[in-house]
């Protein structure tokens, strides 16, 4: 696995678009609010040319130029972390423009984003060998003053917080005190203000309880769900190559039911890719608390993994339902959690 050398004091952050732009709000100004947030840090701000529109269908610009912005920041800009600006709908249509070949001989650039994001996000990983994080939107740094989340993703690109254990660069992170129902963006809101924590964080377990380790893939099940069985999928290449690691699946859910979860998870299992795996977790979903059917957020997942015999570790913050840990897709991870809290170290190896 290749890890990116760490954003420096003063370096250079690019924003991209792959899939919405910040073309209204509460995301413009959040957007805004960022690029000046970071130029107040000293760092010097790269937008590309999509980040502010809506020219496309469902997004920035035309799926063409949206992969070439994304190859000539990871290719040409020389920036030292890009971050998209935000979620989306269709980031998958951008793939086939994406120099994934390029890219993979490239020196290795930290990408952040999440949800419409885990095209690239997990893709990088799978078929370049290159990691990345699972981790908040460059919007989100434009909400001030940061939440200790934000601050972390802010640490995991920069180094900051790391110790060295056997040679090796690792940062441990832990679950935050509550989470915010209302999701990212409540009707209303005041665009920069920060997450307005109201639940309190409750963890559900299932499997043994014991701590757990491998090699950390994931992302939005909406997306991977897209991406299974397409010439972008490697997954199971993937998980063949790190089996002496052990493979630690994240998963979290933006539109899907408890059903949709029951039968993605259904096909991930018969697409083979659960072979090898040593833990799940499982972000609160954005549909949190539904039922149908008889399923709900719960037994729609354990219904279906228990068999493994390895632990399951729901309604972790993680994805939609803010706030997240950071997840640096594709290093090593050794996570323990109870019902009160998760902790989880990554080493870049």
Avoid at 35 to 53: K, R, S
Avoid at 60 to 71: I, R
Avoid at 123 to 137: F, N, Q, S
Wanted: proline share 7%; with cysteine; hydrophobic share 35%.
């Amino acid at each position: 696995m290749r890890y990116p050398e760490f954003l420096k004091d003063n370096g250079r952050v690019g924003f991209v678009a792959p899939s919405f732009g910040c073309s209204f709000d509460p995301y413009y100004s959040r957007q805004q609010s960022a690029i000046a947030h970071f130029q107040e840090m000293g760092y010097e701000t790269v937008p590309g040319p999509n980040c502010f529109l809506a020219e496309g269908n469902g997004k920035s610009n035309t799926p063409e130029k949206c992969g070439g912005e994304l190859n000539d920041f990871f290719l040409n800009k020389d920036v030292g972390a890009i971050l998209s600006v935000g979620g989306g709908e269709t980031m998958c249509e951008d793939l086939p423009f994406v120099d994934f070949e390029g890219i993979r001989k490239a020196k290795p650039v930290w990408y952040m984003g999440y949800s419409d994001n885990t095209c690239l996000t997990y893709t990088l990983p799978v078929l370049c060998d290159t990691a990345t994080v699972y981790g908040p939107c460059a919007t989100t740094f434009g909400r001030l003053p940061w939440h200790k989340s934000v601050e972390d993703a802010f640490r995991v690109i920069t180094g900051k917080g790391y110790e060295i254990k056997d040679g090796v660069p690792c940062i441990t992170l832990s679950s935050y005190d509550g989470w915010e129902p209302a999701g990212e963006s409540p009707e209303g809101c005041d665009p920069l203000a920060p997450y307005s924590i109201e639940a309190p964080l409750a963890m559900r377990l299932a499997g043994p309880r014991r701590p757990f380790s491998g090699r950390l893939i994931g992302g939005c099940m909406d997306l991977l769900f897209t991406l299974q069985g397409t010439r972008f999928d490697k997954t199971k290449e993937f998980v063949e190559k790190y089996k002496d690691d052990g493979i630690v699946w994240f998963l979290e859910a933006c539109e899907m039911s408890p059903v949709d979860l029951r039968r993605v998870l259904w096909g991930f299992e018969n697409a083979g890719w659960f072979e090898h795996v040593s833990g799940f977790i499982f972000g609160r979903p954005m549909v949190y608390g539904t039922e149908a059917f008889g399923f709900d957020q719960y037994n729609a997942v354990t219904g279906i993994l228990e068999k493994y015999n390895v632990p399951i570790v729901m309604d972790v913050d993680l994805g939609h339902l803010p706030p997240q840990i950071p997840i640096i897709t594709g290093s090593v991870a050794e996570v323990t959690a109870s019902e009160e809290k998760l902790t989880i170290t990554m080493e870049l190896k």
